[in-house]
């Protein structure tokens, strides 16, 4: 029996429309990274599996796709040595020693083993931006997948505000320039850190991180409770909840959060560490509200973001008016560098998810009508001598930028028709024996049904009512 043709779950297939929809915002995307001066790289689709790992969190590491050595792996391993005392295999251990390498979480980690094996070939501050797919092994559902898109771009190299802020100067840019309404969300882990001290469990920074990060799909609720599974007392809870609920503009916010980090909350205790998170977001909005960026900007305490190499602002993006999980996210790091041996390089980076931008622009009807088809005119073919007669007409316009078909097959006009419908091509030529003999070319715009002759040396005018 012939085999049925699948693709693994969480992966798609991306037709002529999707593709074009695609690349009009990988386009649209690097044409703001470029005006900021960020230039592109590109890293393999795999990296030592010891590059990945410890770098995402417990919950990022089990979603790491991992790579058997060869197709022959498990030949001459001994599996007994692999088993618990209760009879059970050790698969972590099993896996480690069956694969060496992986396939990349995210952009962000191997670009950080990028500068440091490639630090005497670059100058810092180092902008650059990278759009290639990444794998997750995650569970897919709507808008969460297993190979995706990111288009992220980071500066490293620099501890100066300015290039958050040019991060969200780049945002506000590009869905602006998409037609969507967005809300950035900002917060820092500093200030979490010091959420954590207040609290009186500053060794919990990175529980408490990860349950604050799933607030918006669980609730409130869940996050208390997965808290309390973690070892914080109802005391600290108490410190911790109304932070996450904070209401007010962002100004109102920061004092109420320097206030808290002072030491007026019940314990008593300061946090530096959280104080310094503070006058960075002071500063940082600051900035926002001088550049005058359009889109809505927001304090979001409870924005925590799980991957742990965050060590600074941290920044997330919703669209407004369509039901989907953030668009775009990203942070400031200190010590990602550090890893690889390369210490006190500071970076800040965002990645916009171009999967979930895709569902976005598709369910606003946002993408542009010249993306769907790339083809602006349709030639029909109306016999052998027409089609030697529209040949260098079709060339010419080619040359000049225009796209262009010939319809390959004399078939009824009918067909054709239907044809540049499908493909949304919005002229078409009819071009037959009375044209010939005036040496016309026939258009007909097939959305309004205006027609005209125009001459066929007339590159020109021909242009003129294509692009109109």
């Known amino acids: 029996m012939a085999q049925k043709p699948s693709i693994p779950k969480g992966t798609r297939d991306f037709g002529p429309a999707e593709t074009a ?16 001066g960020y230039m592109p790289i590109e890293t393999p689709a795999m990296e030592n599996l010891g590059t990945l790992l410890g770098k995402y969190g417990d919950e990022g590491d089990k979603l790491l796709f991992r790579i058997l050595n060869s197709g022959d792996a498990f030949s001459g391993v001994d599996m007994e040595a692999f088993r618990s005392e209760d009879g059970s295999l050790n698969g972590k251990a099993l896996s480690m020693k069956l ?3 992986g396939l990349r979480y995210d952009l962000t980690v191997p670009f950080a083993r990028f500068v440091v094996q490639h630090q005497n070939e670059i100058s810092f501050p180092f902008k650059r931006y990278q759009i290639q797919p990444v794998w997750r092994a995650d569970r897919p559902q ?7 898109y990111q288009c992220d771009a980071d500066v490293i190299g620099s501890r100066s505000l300015l290039n958050e802020l040019e991060l969200v100067q780049i945002v506000d840019r590009v869905f602006s320039l998409f037609g969507i309404s967005v809300l950035v969300k900002i917060n820092n882990r500093k200030v979490l850190t010091g959420l954590a001290e207040i609290a009186g469990f500053p060794d919990k920074v990175v529980d408490i991180t990860v349950a604050i990060d799933k607030i918006d799909k669980t609730g409130i609720e869940a996050v208390e409770a997965e808290m309390r599974e973690k070892g914080l007392t109802d005391e600290a809870i108490a410190v911790i909840e109304p932070v996450l609920q904070l209401k007010g503009s962002n100004d109102e916010k920061i004092a109420r959060m320097k206030e808290l980090l002072s030491g007026a909350s019940a314990s008593a205790i300061v946090s530096d560490t959280g104080l310094k998170g503070i006058a960075e977001l002071e500063e940082l909005f600051g900035l926002i509200n001088a550049a005058g960026i359009s889109q809505e900007v927001e304090l979001d ?13 941290i920044f997330e993006v919703k669209a407004k008016d369509f039901q989907i999980g953030s668009i775009c996210g990203g942070g400031r790091y200190d ?3 550090g890893i690889f041996g390369l210490p006190d390089m500071s970076g800040v980076g965002i990645s916009f998810g171009a999967d979930r931008i895709y569902d976005v622009l598709k369910g606003l009807d946002k993408f542009p009508k010249e993306v769907t088809s790339s083809t602006r005119l349709l030639f029909a073919n109306m016999g052998a001598d027409e089609m030697k007669y529209i040949l260098p007409v079709a060339g010419s316009l080619r040359e000049s930028g225009i796209p262009c078909e010939i319809f390959a097959d004399a078939a009824k006009l009918k067909k054709q028709f239907d044809y540049a419908a499908r493909k949304s091509i919005p002229f078409i030529s009819i071009t037959g024996a009375d044209e010939m003999a005036g040496g016309l070319v026939n258009l007909k715009n097939l959305e309004t049904g205006e027609q005209i002759s125009v001459s066929k040396d007339d590159i020109a005018g021909i242009r003129a009512f294509l692009e109109q």
């Open 142 to 148: 709507k808008g969460r997948y297993r190979e995706f």
């Open 99 to 101: 694969c060496e390498k």
């Open 21 to 36: 929809g695609r690349n009009y915002i990988f386009d649209t995307v690097k044409s703001v990274f470029r005006t900021y």
């Open 335 to 337: 010590n990602l560098t």
């Open 301 to 313: 305490l409870s924005l925590a973001r799980g991957l742990n190499y965050y060590t600074g602002a």
